[in-house]
């Protein structure tokens, strides 16, 4: 999956490869998303969905 995610703050900092923790719920574990491509405003991530955590993120992102 490609995840595009507009976050300029984010952006600005960010860096090829480096990683963004996501946690997906409250009690949720964290998550660590490879940073596959950025611009000024954007960070674009890609992954493959497993079990665990994985399977929940790209279940609750379905709705946005």
């Known amino acids: 999956f490609l995840l ?3 976050a300029p703050d984010i952006a600005k900092h ?3 490869g480096q990683f ?3 946690i997906p719920s409250k ?3 964290r998550v660590p998303l490879t940073i596959a491509d ?3 405003k954007n960070v674009s991530i890609v992954f493959v ?3 665990g955590s994985f399977l929940w ?3 609750i992102m379905r709705d946005d």
């Open 57 to 59: 993120f790209t279940w």
């Open 27 to 29: 009690t949720g574990e």
């Open 38 to 40: 950025h611009d000024d």
């Open 4 to 6: 595009e995610i507009h």
């Open 49 to 51: 969905v497993a079990v």
């Open 14 to 16: 960010t860096k090829q």
């Open 20 to 22: 963004l923790i996501v």
